[in-house]
């Protein structure tokens, strides 16, 4: 009796997950259907570099060329990490209308911390502590306010990759084109800046292997404090204070395993209760990356001696 009541307990409890999963997502399906459909009145301009609109002085229609800075990727739009949003989330109801009155442009933009302080469902990210971590950068020591979460984070199509890639490069390329975006040759930042934008190939000629660095190595690495509380580090240092030792990252136990690899880290500690793991794969980090040759021939060698030893082992049990 007590093994029935128990099996039904637990064939309820699945079903009531499995129903549970498949209403969220619909549900979600059903949030994103209709959020699309009301952000649609301001795509069908925006995510356009030219459009139309009926000038009642000239009694015509005029084209005119999107501002660049406008225009919105609609298909990356609604793969980020707010693609549930409608605009007028973030952005004033009045926006509806058009002509755009030229007072909102003088409104604030929320930040993370405006939506996400206090916030039980993403308490895990420890949005509190990149707060706080950003008020003690050189970014804001230098720009105040003026140098918002949205300069790194573009809210139009930003993505989480640390935590839900599993390939470190796509990692790496993804989080300094961040820095790129203003710490480049190519793009003029003197809105915030009197510095003359940066050749990062000459800033760094100092750093022997110099490619390799750039392709297996973030600027954050190198360039943040190193924290606990929070996934990735957000307080920037002056150029000044820029890890430049190489036994940072070339040793046993690396810098990275704090800043790159710290998410992969725990989740080799959760699931396999050891670090080797993490350390011991295909990424670059010098003193506990592998030779894939070695590797290859100690694999083949290691099967061989089993062999050897099964059929040895059959041979004594045949002639006994």
């Known amino acids: 009796m007590k093994n029935s009541i128990l099996i039904s307990t637990l064939i309820f409890m699945s079903l009531f997950v499995v129903f549970h999963s498949a209403f969220a997502q619909d549900t979600l399906k059903q949030n994103k259907f209709e959020n699309a459909a009301a952000n649609h009145k301001c795509l069908k301009c925006h995510e356009h570099r030219f459009y139309t609109y009926y000038n009642d002085l000239s009694d015509k229609n005029v084209i005119r060329r999107m501002n660049p800075f406008y225009v919105i990727d609609s298909a990356s739009f609604y793969k980020q990490n707010h693609c549930t949003f409608q605009c007028v989330d973030c952005h004033d109801a009045d926006y509806a209308k058009f002509p755009h009155n030229g007072q909102l442009q003088m409104e604030e933009m929320p930040t993370c911390i405006d ?26 020591k230098e720009f105040g306010s003026n140098f918002s979460c949205w300069l790194c984070h573009n809210p139009h199509k930003y993505k989480v ?3 839900k890639s599993k390939d470190i490069s796509k990692v790496i390329i993804y989080d300094n084109e961040m820095c790129l975006s203003c710490h480049s040759k190519e793009i003029n930042f003197s809105v915030l800046s009197d510095s003359a934008p940066k050749n990062m190939i000459a800033a760094h000629d100092w750093l022997p292997n110099q490619k390799l660095h750039f392709q297996h190595v973030r600027c954050l690495d190198c360039h943040a404090k190193v924290q606990n509380g929070t996934m990735v580090d957000h307080d920037i240092l002056p150029k000044g204070k820029a890890v430049k030792k190489c036994v940072n990252c070339h040793s046993k136990n690396t810098f990275l395993m704090a800043t790159l690899y710290k998410f992969q880290s725990r989740r080799h500690r959760s699931k396999f209760g050891f670090l080797n793991a993490t350390i011991l794969n295909n990424s670059y980090v010098i003193g506990a990356n592998r030779n894939y040759i070695l590797n290859v021939v100690s694999v083949v060698l290691f099967a061989l001696v089993i062999i050897v030893l099964i059929i040895h082992g059959i041979l004594r049990i045949i002639k006994k």
């Not at 302080?117 to 804001?140: L, P, Q």
């Open 161 to 163: 990759t640390a935590r």
């Open 115 to 140: 939506c996400h302080e206090g916030d039980e469902n993403t308490a895990k990210f420890h949005f509190e502590n990149i707060y706080k971590e950003y008020k003690a950068s050189i970014h804001f």
